[in-house]
């Protein structure tokens, strides 16, 4: 009978553990992104490619990443569906000067057939490197069944070589069309990818083409947060709030959709879920139909400091919430509306609006026509590219290296 005790396990008791100086996660992006395995998924042509690209040259300059600072170190940019003058094209549009620390790649080996020693033999040779980003996830993986053990057999390769290295690896990936109260469940697989991750973040936009989009950040080293981005004229993904260090966004944010709504017109009457429809069409702010009436109610005082009166009444059987903006003859005073951030709707304590009494009335109105999804595309199943050669080159190089 064969000794299987050759390895035995390796312990710590809880007093030495606790006795231990606590080491806080080491960030290349402070508060975001920590050494280890990420994901970020999206909707196809979003703009992931774009935000990474952005994120590797940044990162390489050692810049703040909005507002957040970075380590500065070798990045490299696995840009597994791009071709090298997409990329020096993007490059061209995204900075003046790109830094010869940040490479990039156009073809690699797969998991556990040649990738992970591709990776090893590079930050051999780069000693500083930071972060890897692999763009997609698709086109490293080996073909075999959507499983969750399959998931989560080639998302611990990668999980093992972020810790060896010490370096943060963030995977490219897609969402689900199909509806989800919780957006992280969109993430195309099975749970196993983001049971795998250390963070998972989903950039999904506010509405197709529209240029903003929301970031939603979980993970074990960082705090739940909700980044609002708009797209710039060079195809930057700029910040416009931060949950993190503006809270009262996510109680609040019902009185800045509500604004937005009623920008062009006068009056909405309709059912909780006919508005939350209106309001928040493919998902992106999780507002369902048992929550608008609440968080409406909460915030009667907010909506009318906006020009707004609710309220909230049953006919029929049927929950109706009736809105009616300022220019509506009960309302005569209150200035006109105009879509505000709800981080400035509060009391001169600072503290968010609550609920309160507010005068409203009943009238007719119509509502308008749904927003429709059928421009969203469905999620690219992806291929895979099996040579056994890497290209890489850097920001700097016009030539290629065999890796």
Same mark, same amino acid.
């Given at each position: ?24 996660p ?33 990162? +390489? ?5 909005w ?8 990045? !490299? &940019? ?7 003058l ?7 549009? =995204? ?5 010869s620390s ?9 998991? $556990? ?29 080996? =073909? ?25 690896? /963030? !995977?490219?990936?897609? !969402?689900?069309? *199909? ?7 969109r993430? @195309? ?10 963070? @998972?973040?989903?950039?999904? *936009?506010?509405?197709? $083409?529209?240029?903003? +989009?929301?970031?939603t ?6 705090? &739940? ?31 800045? /959709?509500? @604004?937005? !709504?009623?920008r ?16 928040d ?6 507002i369902?139909?048992?929550?608008? @009436? ?5 915030? /009667? ?6 020009? =707004? ?11 109706? =919430? *009736? ?5 509506s ?6 200035p ?6 709800p ?13 309160g ?7 007719? $109105? ?10 969203l ?27």
């Open positions: 009978m064969s000794n299987k005790m050759n390895h035995p396990l390796i312990t710590v008791d809880g007093r030495t553990l606790m006795d231990r100086p606590l080491e806080p080491n960030f290349v992006v402070d508060t975001l992104i920590s050494q280890g395995l990420h994901i970020l998924a999206g909707s196809p042509k979003v703009g992931k490619s774009w935000l990474a690209l952005w994120l590797a040259v940044t990162v +390489a300059k050692g810049e703040p990443v507002n957040m600072t970075t380590k500065q170190g070798t990045t !490299l &940019y696995l840009c597994l569906e791009d071709s090298v997409r990329i020096q094209n993007r490059l061209f549009e =995204i900075t003046e000067d790109a830094p940040v490479h990039f790649c156009t073809e690699c080996d797969l998991i $556990g057939q040649g990738l992970g020693e591709q990776v090893d033999a590079f930050v051999a040779a780069h000693p500083d490197t930071v972060l890897v980003i692999i763009d997609t996830l698709q086109m490293v993986r080996p =073909i075999h069944d959507a499983t969750y053990a399959n998931d989560y057999r080639d998302l611990s390769v990668l999980k093992r070589l972020a810790d060896k290295h010490g370096i943060a690896i /963030l !995977l490219i990936h897609h !969402l689900r069309k *199909e509806k989800a109260e919780d957006v992280f469940h993430i @195309s697989g099975t749970t196993a990818i983001s049971g795998a991750v250390d963070s @998972s973040f989903t950039l999904v *936009e506010e509405k197709r $083409g529209s240029g903003k +989009a929301r970031l950040c979980v993970g074990r080293d960082i705090e &739940y947060r909700e980044l609002e981005l708009e797209r710039s004229g060079d195809n930057v993904w700029q910040l416009v709030s931060d949950s993190r260090t503006q809270p009262e966004l996510l109680g609040n944010r019902i009185v800045y /959709l509500l @604004s937005e !709504l009623m062009d017109r006068t009056e909405f009457i309709g059912t909780p879920t006919e508005l939350s429809e209106q309001i069409p493919v998902d992106v702010e999780r369902s139909p048992k929550k608008v @009436s609440r968080q409406i109610l909460q915030n /009667l005082d907010a909506l009318r400091k906006i020009g =707004i009166s609710a309220v909230v009444r049953r006919s029929n059987g049927r929950r109706l =919430i *009736e809105l009616q903006r300022a220019e003859d009960d309302t005569q005073g209150v006109a509306v105009d879509p505000v951030d981080a400035i709707v509060k009391h001169s304590t600072g503290g968010a609006e609550r609920a009494d507010a005068d409203s009335s009943l009238w007719e $109105g119509k509502q308008s026509l749904r927003p429709t999804l059928s421009d595309a469905p999620p690219e199943t992806g291929g895979f590219r099996a040579e056994a050669r890497t290209h890489c080159v850097d920001s700097s190089s016009t030539s290629f290296a065999s890796g």
